[in-house]
């Protein structure tokens, strides 16, 4: 992938601000578009769109294809005549961190009843275009709406412990519950045509603006997920369903026992089988809804840490080799040159890299990872190379000013001393020394462009609470914030 030298913002559209508990593809959306624009910014970069599930990861979704109805705006709804604006009084709740709760309960509530009156408009453009989407994405869709009405109606135990016709998804049982679930199903039919209506609106005002949005493809899918449930032979998975194998990383210096993240590992050896088509259609559609994808965790398409599943940590794991450069091949000569970054951050292998290189994909570089082991550290400005993407931080780390004050006396000196700055310059001087690296892009978490602690981190891995909810306040986007953004953005070249 040629990358055109230029710059962009990392922002979840959960963080916006917005009246109904979390951010939403509305008014707030568009002026972050605009926003950007004005700064000089040529990239929107988030997270996965997906609909979350136990804990609020985007990375732990229902479904590696749908999109997440929490963030449906619903002023977008009463403006297409879905709903009325009275159905929207006393929704509003004050400005602060993503409610979860509250969204899932006012929003899966209007959601309801504009589906019902949307369903009443038979002779409508919209519904013709919501049958259309129906029949595109019929290949995932059917089975997910089914997933989540189950999984609503057995009390959100995993899929496994369903009824066992259920689980081995028997076609007469499957036929049976569809035809006591049509009403309910036609919702959350409805809520991803919404959804996805109202993404590829704000993708085009994006496009329009000259920015393009970055996404990002999760490389494990959740167990308890349509996409487990619906295609059971692409997992390893036992008899009853439950996973002989799971995903996670090896002991480091970071942790004494790895991480075992517990999603269920590929059998490769089915997906080849299938000439790879359900990657492919991910990967599709996932390019479809973004203009370049990020591939999360890009190692474990080199090979993967094995656990077996009764194992409480990741210790007694192994690596098992995956053929991710057949996938590639695959996908390259379906789609040609793919817009894709590969995640390369953690253990990696001269194997990973080669791969890597070889499938001509970007890399990841950090900074706040630069400063700890002397000038040969890979991530030191002066080690990068053109073909690769620059960040200050990611969403899983501290943000840059909540970093700085986390480091002891000398790792702020061996910081001063490579930037030629003191301690009153963070997190402007990081954002500087990315801009004016010879990456070709370099993208900055909105909490630094902010300066904000790190009270504004999004993500803390190994922990499962208080993660996903940061949002900035109405009033954090200025003109004098996008106009300094711009021109440290003109000064180091990275100009639209």
């Known amino acids: 992938m040629n990358l055109k030298r230029s710059s962009g913002i990392l922002l979840h559209p959960t963080s916006l601000p917005g009246s109904s508990g979390i951010g939403s593809l509305g008014i707030e959306a568009y002026r972050f578009v605009d926003f950007l624009a004005s700064a000089g910014q040529s990239v929107w970069q988030i997270l996965p769109l997906g609909p979350t599930g136990y804990g609020n990861s985007p990375y732990s979704a229902f479904s590696a294809f749908a999109g997440n109805p929490l963030l449906i705006c619903l002023e977008r709804l009463v403006e297409a005549g879905d709903l009325d604006l009275v159905d929207l009084e006393g929704i509003a709740m004050p400005e602060g961190e993503v409610n979860f709760d509250f969204a899932r309960s006012c929003k899966w509530r209007l959601l309801h009843k504009a589906a019902g009156r949307f369903r009443q408009h038979r002779e409508d453009g919209r519904r013709s275009a919501f049958e259309e989407f129906c029949r595109q994405q019929a290949g995932w869709l059917a089975d997910y709406a089914l997933f989540r009405e189950l999984h609503n109606h057995f009390r959100e135990v995993p899929w496994n412990k369903w009824p066992d016709q259920v689980r081995r998804r028997e076609e007469n049982a499957l036929r049976t519950w569809a035809e006591e679930m049509e009403d309910a199903l036609f919702v959350q039919k409805y809520a991803q045509f919404v959804f996805f209506e109202q993404w590829f609106a704000l993708k085009q005002y994006a496009n329009a603006s000259g920015i393009k949005i970055f996404g990002d493809l999760p490389i494990f899918v959740a167990y308890d997920s349509a996409d487990v449930w619906a295609n059971p032979h692409l997992f390893h998975l036992d008899d009853g369903g439950r996973p002989t194998h799971v995903a996670g990383v090896p002991p480091d210096y970071f942790s004494a026992t790895g991480q075992r993240w517990g999603n269920p590992l590929y059998n490769w050896e089915a997906v080849a089988a299938d000439d790879y088509r359900w990657w492919l259609d991910r990967f599709h559609w996932n390019l479809t809804q973004a203009d370049l994808v990020r591939i999360d965790h890009f190692r474990g398409f080199e090979a993967c840490w094995t656990i077996p599943a009764e194992e409480p940590t990741a210790v007694k ?51 706040q990872f630069a400063f700890d082991s002397g000038p040969d550290n890979p991530y030191l400005p002066h080690n990068l190379h053109h073909h690769c993407l620059v960040y200050t931080g990611t969403h899983d780390n501290d943000t840059t000013l909540g970093w700085w004050q986390g480091l002891n006396a000398g790792q702020r000196k061996a910081v001063e001393d490579y930037l030629g700055t003191d301690r ?73």
Not at 332 to 345: C, S
């Open 424 to 496: 009153g310059r963070m997190p402007d001087a990081l954002i500087r020394a990315a801009l004016a690296s010879v990456a070709d892009l370099a993208i900055i978490p909105l909490q630094d462009i902010l300066a904000l602690d790190d009270r504004a981190r999004m993500n803390r891995p190994g922990s499962a609470k208080n993660n996903w909810s940061w949002r900035f306040g109405p009033k954090g986007l200025t003109e004098t914030a996008a106009a300094s953004l711009r021109r440290l953005t003109e000064i180091y070249g990275r100009l639209p």
């Open 317 to 367: 794991g192994h690596w098992e080799p995956v053929p991710g450069e057949d996938l590639f091949r695959a996908l390259q000569e379906e789609m040609g040159d793919v817009p894709v970054v590969a995640e390369d951050l953690g253990l990696i292998t001269p194997e990973v890299e080669q791969l890597r290189d070889r499938c001509g994909f970007p890399g990841m570089k950090i900074l």
